[in-house]
């Protein structure tokens, strides 16, 4: 079990210590739950009642919420709370490790190039040509196909599948189930068919995945392959699970892509877009960099640089908010219509 005293986490979180730094600390946890031995976090003012009842040993808090900690606790204090909490939960977090090399019962083909000191554990597939980079994990039911090439420190873990000739570049997460290269949505309509009538004709998806540098793809989420050319994962980006990302999409260097939301064929993002929950994205369209789309909306439209829209269609977000409040009070004011209506044909009667 790693301890750590407060003064050596604040120091290795780049935060500012304001209590015991001799005090011993063995891990994190959330205000409700945190005990004298552990370090918990403070960001959101709804947990305000949780700060205050909290029995965690320290609190990683902003300079302005550092009076709300409890005297019994120390306080960490952070520029940006979050980001010290994930630093700080990193440094006690132990991730499942294999040894280097390749397991008996791992089906590697003989063609393909395995680093050394990378892990390939029982009942992974590396196909033929495949290459596996150094201190990259394959847990085992992930499966690289032919001539893929997977970087430097990269995690598989398992059903993770990387199809033929897809890049993955270094330090990415493939969480279980993912699918990077799967064929692209991409069929035509044949009139004449083969004979026997009308036939949607499968277009063969030549293309191929590209993932950048320090992107993570979440679990059951699918990233299609180009029908020419490339789809594109830009760096630093992460993919959230059950998300759908269309055949030549481009997405920008550290856009975020949150649960459920779908982008279709051949549209770009920029750099930074966030797409919320549940996002519908129409094909062949540029979303800026910087663009930001809520929760549940249908874009259906090009977004100019750090435009933030709402709403299905999506709308300006500000008045997506407007719309959004009125809505309740359409019933009262069309039994208000109504009266009103009723009212001018007595006086017009008259």
Known sequence: MTQLSLQDLAGR?????????????????????AGPEQVAFYANPRYRRALSETRAAAVIVDE???????????RIVAVQPYVAFAKASALFFRELILEAGVQEGALVDESAQVHPT???AAGAYVGPSAKIGARTVVHSGARVLDCAEIGEACTLWPGAVVRESCIVGNRVILQ?????GSDGFGFALDLEGDGQGPMHRKVPQAGIVRIEDDVEVGACTCIDRATLGETVIGRGTKIDNLVQVAHNVKVGPLSLLVAQCGISGSTELGQ??????????????????GARVGAQSGVSRDLADGETVSGSPAIDHRDWLRLSAALPKLADLLKQVRKLEKRIEELERR
């Open 13 to 33: 979180i780049g935060a500012e210590l304001r209590g015991d730094g001799a005090r011993r600390v063995t891990g994190v946890a959330p205000l409700e739950s």
């Open 272 to 289: 930074g877009v966030i797409l919320a929950g549940q996002v519908g994205v129409v094909g062949h369209l540029k979303l800026g960099d």
């Open 64 to 74: 302005a919420s550092q009076e709300h900690v409890p005297s019994a606790a120390a």
């Open 118 to 120: 990378a892990a390939v």
């Open 176 to 180: 279980p189930n993912c699918v990077v």
